[in-house]
């Protein structure tokens, strides 16, 4: 009875650890190199697209 009390209390002081550095990631901007370039690709779709309609245009 008592092993499985040190057990249950590890895994909740582990698990209650890894949230924390799991938050701390998420809160810095992310994993580097995950979701970014997409970001940074639609960005540069939307702005040729502006630029296309602005040619259209002139």
């Given at each position: 009875m008592?092993?499985?009390l040190v057990i249950l209390a590890l895994a909740f002081f582990a698990v209650t650890f890894l949230t924390g550095i799991v938050?701390?990631?998420i809160k810095s901007g992310g994993l580097p190199h995950s979701d970014?370039?997409?970001?940074?690709?639609?960005?540069e779709?939307?702005?040729?697209?502006?630029?296309?309609?602005?040619?259209?245009?002139?």
């Open positions: 008592m092993r499985l938050r701390k990631i970014r370039d997409e970001i940074n690709r639609t960005k779709d939307k702005s040729k697209i502006i630029d296309a309609k602005y040619e259209e245009i002139k």
